[in-house]
């Protein structure tokens, strides 16, 4: 199932001047690849202070402003390339005799065609082992747009590391980067060695690929620095690096945007030898070389040893380059629904969710205008997709940090104690009413285990304290932060919820009882989702909900299906969504009362054979009683 969580333990701690920032450089489309890059920072490390930039859509732009093929000149007219006076680097492309005979750094007025290729080649062959030869179709690509738009992204992240303060180092992660379990103890561990000894370093590899032939020995001055980190020879691929404020500055003043190549050139062209002499003699290779600019890398063995990160071979743009040799190339329209469509099935052929069912929420909170629109939506198909903000501080919007964290930790509860099950029966409800506090029955509270799901349940009026074992407490929670995050959650989503139940009918919020009796639900749902042992395949039979409004943060896993009421078709909607990104919300009975069409919805199992896993889920039900 989904990332185990681990408590992150073994690094030495740093200093809170050094904790450093997390880039996340992606596009709106991949929100899927985001949301687990999240989850994975949330659940595997203590880092907190994360920001994701939006990179340039080169693809997407070029398509929009009719920039024909192969057009540098329009490309660079493209308004959001010249209001940043991004130039690109018109001797990149390697395509004629002139240009292989100055890249060898001489003419062909010396030299004969031939000869130019000839002395091209053998210097590829120099540097690097035959098997090596592919590399100089790679090195010799032509630009394209995707290159420009990852270079415009790397070159913001540099912006926003420089303005740092000194001393902080920012991780820079390219969206199709697969971080594992070792990532963040191997990274701030380093990071913990390097401060310690006050080395100096402007740029560490966490994953890349070596193309140098040379060994790489380890790092080692100062004296007494401790890490394992080594001096980094010629290595392209920019999944996953970290620089240090210093660093940060001499990237972002080299000129990189008035000369732009691919930035995976750039990069190893300011610590080591690249082969070409035009790039080794660029104004903004020369100033960062001239400033000593001290290149460190993970080693390749002891990379593989951590498990610190790998490059999602499947779905990597990297290698799906198509128009594009650079990241972020996928094909328009996006890798996240078409994958989650063929892995449901079941539901009608729907493979777009309907425009008027989606509401884009920017900022942290809903405005009076969402919140109309999301009853709008609620009227006419009888739920509404709620699509959080991609961009910036992600975690600052407290209904996304909550989903992420809430995902994380019931996935953890989920995964935990598969032996002798002792943590999940400690937290078996007792049953009956809430105790002295109010009189909210409780049945069926903590955590239940059937054929096909296990389940932990909260009513929210007898929240119970994490470590509740007073018989009066109905259940217990499995940890002060599952409660925690799931307390944030839950009132998260009610705020949202009264704010769309007000914009329906301010006479259903009136019904709501106080806090303390508050009887709305919180769920947490694993779903085992082995199809061996459902003859038809579902998890949940079609059902309406006894409450006003039912909300729920999208699970990596497809499953929920809703009814639109504006067509009654069964709409796969989870496969449509981004996990956390998107919430769905729907109508319940109560609504229905008020004139709101009552959505109807089923969560299905993934079809046999077919790719899928494990759901979790959590849910949250406003109710009046
Ligand atoms: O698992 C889900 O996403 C939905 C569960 C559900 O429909 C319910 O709890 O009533
Ligand atoms: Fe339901």
């Known amino acids: 199932m989904a990332p185990k969580v681990s408590p992150s333990s073994s690094s030495p701690p740093l200093s809170s ?10 596009l709106p489309r991949n929100r899927r690849r985001l949301a687990t890059t999240l989850l994975h920072l949330r659940s ?3 880092l907190t202070d994360i920001l994701v930039v939006h990179g340039f859509d080169g693809n997407l732009a070029a398509q929009q402003h009719n920039v024909p093929p192969l057009s540098i000149d329009a490309f660079e007219a493209m308004p959001s390339l010249r209001s940043q006076n991004v130039k690109v680097y018109r001797g990149w492309p390697v395509t004629d005799d002139i240009q292989a005979a100055r890249v060898v750094g001489s003419s062909t007025n010396t030299t004969s065609p031939e000869n130019a290729w000839l002395q091209y080649e053998s210097r590829f062959i120099k540097l690097w082992n035959a098997d090596r030869l592919r590399y100089a179709d790679f090195h010799c690509r032509r630009l394209t747009a995707g290159d420009v738009g990852c270079g415009i992204a790397h070159a913001r992240a540099w912006d926003i590391a420089a303005a740092q303060p000194e001393g902080r180092p920012t991780i820079i992660l390219e969206d199709d980067v697969a971080l594992l379990p070792g990532f963040g103890d191997a990274v701030t561990s380093e990071l913990a060695a390097l401060a310690l000894a ?3 370093w402007h740029l560490i590899h966490i994953h890349s690929s070596k193309y140098a032939r040379r060994r790489e020995r380890p790092f080692d001055t100062p004296e007494n620095y401790r890490g394992s980190l080594y001096v980094a020879e010629h290595r392209k691929l920019l999944d996953a690096y970290c620089v240090s404020q210093s660093g940060a500055r001499i990237l972002a003043s080299s000129g990189y945007l008035s000369h732009l190549f691919p930035v995976d050139d750039f990069i190893p062209a300011l610590y080591s030898e690249h082969p070409r002499l035009d790039v080794m003699d660029l104004p903004c290779v020369r100033r960062a070389r001239d400033a000593g600019f001290v290149a460190l890398t993970f080693g390749d063995d002891d990379a593989l040893q951590q498990g610190v990160a790998s490059n999602r071979m499947v779905g990597s743009d990297s290698n799906r380059a198509h128009l594009i040799a650079g990241d972020f190339g996928v094909e328009l329209g996006g890798e996240d629904c078409a994958d989650a469509v063929t ?3 079941h539901a009608d052929k ?12 920017h900022g942290a909170s809903l405005s009076p205008a969402c919140a109309a629109a999301a009853a709008e939506s609620l009227k006419r198909h009888s739920f509404v997709v709620l699509r959080l903000p991609s961009d910036g501080a992600v975690l600052a919007n407290p209904l996304l940090h909550s989903i992420v964290d809430t995902e994380a930790l019931w996935t953890q509860f989920f995964a935990s104690d598969d032996d002798d099950g002792s943590i999940k029966r400690s937290c078996i409800g007792r049953g009956g009413r809430a105790g002295e506090h109010n009189e909210l029955m409780c049945h069926g509270c903590g955590w239940t285990k059937q054929r096909l799901r296990e389940q932990y349940h909260i009513v929210c009026g007898a929240w119970p304290a994490e470590d509740a074992t007073s018989s009066s407490s109905p259940y217990v929670m499995p940890s002060r932060a599952v409660s925690e ?25 009136e019904q709501l009882p106080p806090l303390e009796s508050d009887a709305s639900v919180l769920d947490a749902f694993h779903y085992f989702n082995d199809s061996s042992k459902s003859a038809n395949l579902t998890n949940m039979s079609a059902h309406t909900d006894p409450g006003l409004l039912t909300m729920t943060s999208t699970s990596f896993v497809a499953g929920l299906e809703v009814q639109d009421a504006s067509t009654g078709a069964w709409i796969p909607v989870e496969a449509l969504c981004s996990p956390m990104f998107d919430v769905v919300v729907f109508a319940a009975d109560v609504l229905g009362s008020y004139g709101v069409p009552v959505c109807a919805h089923r969560v299905t199992m ?12 959590v849910v949250y039900e406003l109710r009046v009683s």
């Open 44 to 46: 595997h490390t203590p």
């Open 485 to 509: 995050a799931s307390r944030v959650f839950a009132d998260c989503m009610r705020d949202v919820a009264i704010q769309i139940v007000s914009a329906i009918t301010p006479e259903a919020v």
């Open 606 to 617: 993934p079809t046999p054979g077919k790719e899928s896993g494990e759901r979790v889920s």
């Open 343 to 345: 892995r449901v099935g």
């Open 17 to 26: 001047m050094h904790c450093p920032l997390v880039l996340i450089l992606t």
């Open 198 to 200: 006050e080395a100096r």
């Open 350 to 361: 729907i493979s777009k969710l309907p425009e008027t069912c989606i509401v884009n929420i």
